[in-house]
């Protein structure tokens, strides 16, 4: 396996939006009368589950598919389960969808609060694992992994987005205390956080390192801030947990310190809506809540072939319907219009060489994505570095031919890890 190093971007200097100086509060969306509740574990038709259709539950609840289930979702609101189902992400990665049909009379579960004044990770782990931002509380009860590092991401990793530079601008106090309650709960011994370079107001705590980031894509992203200021690089294919280092959103801290004082579970998630014609819209919305409602709320039409982007322009995935709900990691929703749909094609390269100049990973796309369109998937990893790609999309952007690169090595990298999966069982 090669491995390369970071030493250039070139190419186009795409800029990352700022928030505005002094921003409005995010636009509340009201509770809808049914919330889709999403759940990383696949429904097994052959198995009865341990919620059925009809049940009813309440604010707080915890759903858990199965007996031995470990992932659950927490139902933002009390009512009634109308619908259990199959959930189809990317690449066919199979999750189950709930919804919950609201009652009006609001009814609580609380199983946190006896244990808000002593924090600690199994609690957190058991509790606030949904919580707004997801914060990665199980990378730090992984007994494989020790993380000695925690990057906290007060800067928004893709284009157009601002939510995490809103929520590090108006919400310093709990991101301090957050952190405090971070601390206590991991020991953990180095935090750092990363704001904008150019904001005046950045972030000050004792015992946190301030990173700054530049405004130029791809500096946010995970991989680069690595590099960049912490002077890791991970080897191919390795993530940053594998270094001992975890990213967490702003969001995520601030959900934890909100929840600790409050000493129950909270709910509304902040996110970023892009209209077709750019316009940008702050919201928040409780989780669970289908796009559709939010588009609504703005006037904001879909009509047939156009799409959803769930995340940012460069770094996003299509959501397949408009009932896909907010979830406790979505920053970002675009919706793009069928004219703006970047046009792809099925020329063959040119050989141009602006993708190899562009990626900061220094990886051969031009060769490598030959072998990935011949479904060569461990050739591309063995010699053309398929695993040092730290997907940040500019590679597709730039393409002369409108290859779509970005999405050949997104499915080769999960063909390789199905590869990898079925060698193992065997
Ligand atoms: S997405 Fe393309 S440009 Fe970005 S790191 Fe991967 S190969 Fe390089
Ligand atoms: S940018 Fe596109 S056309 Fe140019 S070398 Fe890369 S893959 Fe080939």
Same mark, same amino acid.
């Given at each position: 396996m090669?491995?390369r190093?970071?030493?250039?971007?070139?190419?186009?200097r795409?800029?990352?939006d700022?928030?505005?100086?002094?921003p409005?509060?995010?636009?509340?969306?009201?509770?809808?009368?049914?919330?889709?509740l999403?759940?990383?574990?696949?429904?097994?038709?052959?198995?009865?589950?341990?919620?059925?259709k009809?049940d009813t !539950?309440? @604010?707080? =609840?915890?759903?858990?598919?199965?007996?031995?289930?470990? #992932?659950? *979702?927490?139902? $933002?609101?009390?009512? &009634?389960?109308?619908?259990?189902?199959?959930?189809?992400?990317d690449?066919?990665?199979i999750?189950?969808y709930?919804? !919950?049909? @609201?009652? =009006?009379?609001?009814?609580?579960?609380?199983g946190?609060? #006896?244990? *808000?004044d002593? $924090?600690?990770?199994? &609690?957190?782990?058991?509790?606030?694992?949904?919580?707004?931002?997801?914060?990665?509380?199980?990378?730090?009860?992984?007994?494989? @992994?020790k993380?000695?590092?925690?990057?906290?991401?007060?800067?928004?990793?893709?284009l157009?987005?601002?939510?995490?530079?809103?929520?590090?601008?108006?919400?310093?106090?709990?991101?301090?205390?957050?952190?405090?309650i971070?601390r206590?709960?991991?020991?953990?011994?180095?935090?750092?956080?990363?704001?904008?370079e150019?904001?005046?107001d950045?972030?000050?705590a004792?015992?946190?390192q301030v990173?700054?980031?530049s405004q130029?894509?791809?500096?946010a992203?995970?991989?680069m801030?690595?590099?960049?200021?912490l002077?890791?690089?991970?080897?191919?294919?390795?993530?940053c947990?594998?270094?001992?280092?975890t990213?967490?959103?702003?969001?995520?801290i601030?959900s934890?310190a909100?929840?600790?004082a409050?000493?129950?579970?909270?709910?509304?998630?902040?996110?970023?809506?892009?209209?077709?014609?750019?316009?940008?819209?702050?919201?928040?919305?409780?989780?669970?809540?289908?796009?559709?409602?939010?588009?609504k709320q703005?006037n904001?039409?879909?009509?047939?072939?156009?799409?959803?982007i769930i995340g940012?322009?460069?770094?996003?995935?299509?959501?397949?319907?408009?009932?896909?709900?907010?979830?406790p990691?979505?920053?970002?929703?675009?919706?793009?219009?069928?004219?703006?749909?970047?046009?792809?094609?099925?020329?063959?390269c040119i050989?141009?060489?602006?993708?190899?100049?562009?990626?900061?990973?220094?990886?051969?796309?031009?060769l490598?994505?030959?072998?990935?369109?011949a479904?060569l998937?461990?050739?591309?990893?063995?010699?053309f570095?398929?695993?040092s790609?730290?997907?940040?999309?500019?590679?597709?952007?730039?393409?002369?031919?409108?290859?779509?690169?970005?999405?050949?090595?997104?499915?080769?990298k999960?063909q390789?890890?199905?590869?990898?999966?079925?060698a193992?069982?065997?």
């Amino acid at each position: 396996m090669i491995k390369r190093s970071f030493i250039k971007l070139t190419g186009p200097r795409l800029l990352c939006d700022r928030v505005e100086p002094d921003p409005k509060k995010p636009e509340t969306i009201p509770i809808p009368p049914r919330l889709v509740l999403l759940l990383h574990e696949p429904l097994d038709s052959t198995r009865e589950t341990l919620i059925k259709k009809g049940d009813t !539950v309440k @604010r707080g =609840e915890r759903l858990f598919l199965y007996k031995e289930s470990t #992932e659950y *979702a927490v139902s $933002p609101v009390s009512g &009634t389960i109308t619908s259990i189902a199959s959930y189809t992400g990317d690449f066919g990665t199979i999750a189950t969808y709930f919804i !919950v049909e @609201r009652d =009006e009379k609001d009814t609580a579960v609380n199983g946190f609060s #006896e244990f *808000a004044d002593t $924090p600690s990770l199994k &609690t957190a782990d058991d509790f606030l694992r949904s919580l707004p931002g997801a914060p990665p509380l199980s990378h730090f009860t992984d007994p494989d @992994r020790k993380i000695n590092t925690l990057v906290i991401e007060g800067t928004d990793s893709d284009l157009m987005s601002t939510t995490r530079q809103y929520l590090l601008k108006t919400a310093k106090d709990e991101i301090s205390q957050g952190i405090h309650i971070l601390r206590q709960m991991t020991g953990i011994p180095k935090i750092a956080i990363t704001v904008p370079e150019d904001a005046g107001d950045g972030f000050s705590a004792e015992g946190v390192q301030v990173l700054k980031i530049s405004q130029v894509y791809p500096k946010a992203l995970p991989h680069m801030v690595m590099k960049d200021h912490l002077e890791i690089i991970p080897d191919p294919g390795a993530t940053c947990e594998d270094c001992g280092v975890t990213f967490v959103s702003v969001e995520g801290i601030i959900s934890l310190a909100r929840a600790f004082a409050k000493k129950e579970l909270v709910y509304d998630k902040t996110l970023t809506v892009i209209a077709k014609d750019g316009t940008r819209h702050l919201v928040q919305a409780v989780i669970g809540t289908p796009l559709h409602r939010i588009f609504k709320q703005f006037n904001l039409q879909t009509n047939e072939k156009d799409r959803i982007i769930i995340g940012g322009p460069m770094t996003g995935h299509a959501a397949y319907t408009l009932y896909h709900p907010v979830t406790p990691d979505m920053d970002t929703v675009q919706i793009q219009d069928r004219e703006q749909i970047p046009y792809v094609s099925d020329y063959p390269c040119i050989n141009c060489g602006k993708c190899v100049r562009v990626c900061p990973a220094n990886v051969p796309v031009n060769l490598l994505v030959r072998y990935l369109e011949a479904d060569l998937y461990e050739e591309a990893a063995d010699s053309f570095d398929l695993t040092s790609c730290i997907e940040c999309g500019l590679c597709s952007y730039v393409c002369t031919a409108r290859i779509p690169l970005f999405q050949y090595i997104r499915l080769g990298k999960h063909q390789l890890i199905e590869l990898e999966t079925e060698a193992t069982n065997e």
